[in-house]
């Protein structure tokens, strides 16, 4: 170290703070707690984990936005590489090749699992895309509104108005029926206008049934000039029809359950894809391309149209998103890789088939609907229990002392619902399982 | 110790051109009855007619596939990795360890509280150690990344002025050095970005910004040190400055492993804080993310933070929604908690101590590789003369790129070679032939030394007119890459459907 320091001419480590003025200069150093060795380290987090109780020590039948599925350990094996792992942004493609074909095969993925056109490589989660997609139709249209469904994911819609507000982007409600949720198309033609950007739909909804008139909607946008935004989660789309072929301009969606953990809600994976030249000069977020090396011999990979990126374009940047969640991007790669198309359809034929056997079961329990909406559902549904006259607070308190998690309490974002829970049901729940939760209610409701 | 570098050269095709129809790599508990009337009862309109076209591969292959794309790719566990503002030091690997536990992997956000205090109380704790670091009264940890915790920041901004009933402020003043996200983030949430510049110190010229600030400032955003390594050693008074004209400062938290223990953003007059914890806490960057972002406040802008806050009332952690000022919400669920759980378990892994002399061996390394390579024909050191830098300094390859051509691109394709991740290139924008070098506090001497011999075998090999500097990089897995061809409209290929429209 002396040697270093004389080197650059001073004579100890201090020399090199005294350019901070002495005024704000930290005395009494840091006000957090002496270091530990690892194994101490480890001991204390791990203890306070263990007081945790994971999906895997409780039964549990929240989605919501973050669903629960097996990652295969292969996934897990695989983003555990230094390699891939302990790597930064690919700012130079040569030595990062690993990478930027895993991205450029995820963006291929996402366009054949969605239908559209380009994927970027992604961004934070979908409530972000979601708030992306909606700046990036006003800027294409130079419109100003934007259109929502009632039946929204409350957190998303939250975070969309945060990117909405700056950009003076007016959000629009349009009624769903409140027996099937389908959208109001009369009250959407009243609020289509010249002044609308976008419609949004959410597909599956946050609810979990499944729009059945969205190439009608994405007309009516269109015949408007305004863009249509489709919000999925992408497993589902291995059965239903894909965005794509439903005149959908940008898919946003929540790449969590391609291969990665639910993490307490983070990291997520934020899919964002769309359709035509137009729509690709205005994307957010990076975009890796397939080239050659300069002398043509080798394929090759580095990233693409930069010059919408916040490193080139500075405040003209189509976004200011720099960090994005590329490992989530490579085990959502891996993971569609290794289900394949039979493969991810027979997993939609599995969480159908526990849908249905849990609708079956549940309205069983007396006083128990299930699904409260009369319409298709994929891997979730609400169950009301006004019939039972319990709130889902009670029910679900009553649940959790039998170990199990019961679904999200919907009652407080949408009260015209009444008591109204939010359930899901993935592979990871067999029939045993979801026996164990119509027992328990039955109990719980019957006592 | 001589640097040597071979990487993997595996020519992979891509993962669908190993497709064989009827594989499937992964089987996930088949549906107990009657799959195909289950896929039927779906109705015709809502039914995909078609399978998507994904790969159709075992397992094996899979893993093959992906473990020979790794090794076509570099990190932090391979070499050296001195990305300027990237702070790519060492990720320890019980951070990862822990992060393991299904205890947080198979965690739901919206677990009823009583069977998620351990990772509330991690939550918890990771905020108040990260106020403590930079001198802030309250902490949100939800930004998913750096410049998503700037939009944060600047959302704060706006709600603090809007509150105060201050409608006209519409200006966010950003040094000319800075990182490319401030100006892009402020524009994003409805500012007009205003620049000034440097002075020959590198460091904010005072006289610029007092003429630049008034009753349109909303803020000023800035890194101390900033993109030069530099510490703006007036900050105090540009804090004045800004904060006379009614102004809020913004600290960009991508630099702060210069001054851990050192000195605290708070205590220079700072309102608003972010920290990047993919850079200063080691967790690892995977490839372009995930990262966290956390925002810091003064007390005066805690209102507005984000929804939910996590709180502790003595006897239980929970997670506050009843903020009526907050700005709503910046994405969904509570923040990146993988990540923060292992910047968490950094920061006791490191202790007061530890983190002290993380950013002193940080500021010495860059120092010591600033002085070394500075001496070196070719290269030069502009700015702040005889100013000690901090984590980070910029080389110029001004006079390489005039004496012989080989520009500071080419410095860095050569310097992949040896193994070394080049610095940033090209940034900050007041440099010309910028090198951007952050060596952190995890490199030895010995691979500062090879590092430094690197640049200097560089610097020969352009004065003595060989090819090498030109032709390089020669052992990564591909040779220098087209990369405008990847970007022209007849030859662009972003999806391996697309095909190239043309050869």
Redesign the interface.
Known sequence: ?H???G????ST?D???????D????KA????????S?ME??R???G?????????D?L?F?G???W?H?V?A?V????????????????????????L?????Y???I???TGM???N??L?????ALGEAA?MAARVTGRDEFIVPHYI?P??L??L??FC????IKIVEVAQDNQTGSLDLSGLKRKLSEKTAGVYLEYPSFLGF?E?SCEEIAQLAHKNGALFVVGSEPIS??????PGELGTDIVVG?GQPLGS????????LGIFACKG?EL?RQMPG?????????????????????TR?????????T??????????A?AA??Y???????????????I???T??AMEQLRKVRGVTAPRFDS?HFMEFTVNFDKTGKKVSEI?DAL?GAGI?GG?DASKYFSELGQTALYCFT?VH??RDIDMLTDKLRQVLEA | MELVYA?ARW??P???EL?QR???????????????N??E???P?????T???????S?IE??R??????????????GI?P?GS?T?KY??K?C???A?????????????L??????L??LYEAAD?LA??VGMQKITLQP?????G??TGV?LM?AYHRDKGDLKRDEIIIPDSAH??N?????????K?VEVPSNSQGCVDTEALKSAVGPRTAGLMITNPNTLG??E?K??EIAGIVHDAGGLLYYDGANLNA??????PG??GFDIVHI?L?KTFAT??????????PVGVTSRLMDYL??PTVEFDGTKYYLEYNRPKS?????????????I?RA??Y??????????TAS?VA???A??MA??LRKIKGYSLPFGEG??R?HEFVLSASNLAKETGVTALQV??RL?DFGV??P?VY?PLIVEEAMMAEPTETVS?QELDAMINGFEKVSEEAYSKSDQPKTS?HS????????A???R?K????????G?RSS
């Open positions: 170290m040697q270093m320091l080197e650059i001419g001073v480590i020399d090199l703070f005294k350019d901070i003025p005024t704000i200069r930290s150093g840091l006000a957090i707690p002496p270091k530990m690892e380290t480890r204390h987090v791990e306070l984990l263990s007081r945790n109780l994971s999906t895997r409780i549990s929240l919501a936005g973050v629960p097996h295969p292969a897990d094996a695989i983003i555990s590489r230094g390699e891939f792992l302990t790597s930064y942004t690919p700012y130079q493609p040569e030595i990062s090749q690993g990478m074909q895993a991205m450029f095969e963006q291929s993925m366009c054949e699992l056109d380009y994927a490589s992604s934070y989660d979908w409530s972000t700046r994911h957190e998303r939250s975070t108005k945060v507000e700056p950009a003076d499944v059945g789309l291995g059965v239903l029809k894909p929540e953990h639910m993490n307490y809600g983070g990291p997520l030249d690709l990076r975009i890796i391309g397939r080239t050659t090396t300069q002398d043509g011999k080798q394929d090759a990979y580095c990233m693409a149209l930069q990126e916040q490193h080139i374009r500075r405040e003209k940047a976004s200011n998103i720099c960090t994005n969640e590329a490992l989530l490579l790669a891996m569609l890789s290794l289900l394949g198309p039979r493969g991810i359809s027979g997993l939609c034929s599995t159908l088939e526990r249905k056997y298709f679900n959790l998690q999200l592979e067999t029939h | 990487q020519d992979e891509l993962i669908i497709s009827g594989k499937v790599g992964f089987h996930h508990p088949s549906s107990d009855q009657e799959s195909e289950v896929l009862a779906v109705p309109r809502l039914r995909r007619s399978l998507p076209s994904l790969p159709e591969v397992e899979v893993v596939h992906y473990t020979r794309l790794s090794q076509e790719n570099f990190g932090v566990d391979l990795y990305l990237c790519m990720n320890p019980v990862d360890l822990i393991a536990s299904h205890k947080i992997q198979e965690l739901h956000p919206y677990q009823d009583r069977t998620v205090q351990g990772i109380q991690t150690f403590k670091i998913a990344a750096g410049a998503h700037e939009y959302m706006r490319g996200t100006p892009a983030s402020a524009a994003m949430a409805g500012y970005v530099i510490f050693c900050i105090l001054i851990m223990g050192k000195a605290r205590d220079m990047n993919h690892p960057h995977g490839g372009g993310g995930p990262g966290a972002g984000p929804v700005i709503g919400k910046v994405r969904a669920f509570h923040g990146s908690a993988a990540v759980l968490y378990t920061i006791l892994l490191h202790g007061k101590e530890g983190l002290e002193e500021v010495l390394n120092n010591y002085q070394k100013v000690p901090k860095g394709k992949l991740h080049p940033t940034f001497k990089p990564t897995s591909v040779t220098r890459i087209d990369e061809k990847a970007n409209p030859t662009m290929q972003l999806t391996w459907k697309m190239a």
